[in-house]
């Protein structure tokens, strides 16, 4: 059974810095991608950032340039460094895995709050 587990989250101020893990039950080479997605108060779940086995990434427009999604393969964890974080980055973050388009694996959730 896989399982994701994400850790980092927390309270930050505008500005600061984050780093989100998601550590996975099984060797995240098994997955065709990985991503982040984050789900504020009576919003829908949106895309952060992703990453293809193959190592290419995705950013959503609104995090392009302040965050960047990386994976440890020894380590089965994939990482979201959040720098310059602002008010409008509060919401839960979910660690997605994914072995296609039907089969997809979801985390528990981290909340991430941006004091301004």
């Known amino acids: 059974q896989v399982q994701l587990v994400e850790s980092g989250g927390g309270l930050v101020q505008t500005g600061g810095s984050l780093r989100l893990s998601c550590a996975a039950s099984v060797s995240i080479s098994s997955f065709n991608s990985m991503g982040w997605y984050r789900q504020a108060p009576g919003k829908q779940r949106d895309l952060v950032a992703s990453?293809?086995?193959?190592?290419?990434?995705n950013y959503a427009n609104s995090v392009k340039g302040r965050f960047t999604i990386s994976i440890d393969n020894a380590k089965n964890t994939v990482y979201l460094q959040m720098n310059s974080v602002k008010p409008e980055d509060t919401a839960v973050y979910y660690c997605?895995?994914?072995?296609?388009?039907?089969?997809?694996?979801w985390g528990q959730g981290t909340q991430v709050t941006v004091s301004s």
């Open positions: 990453i293809t086995r193959g190592g290419s990434t």
């Open positions: 997605n895995a994914a072995r296609n388009i039907h089969l997809q694996y």
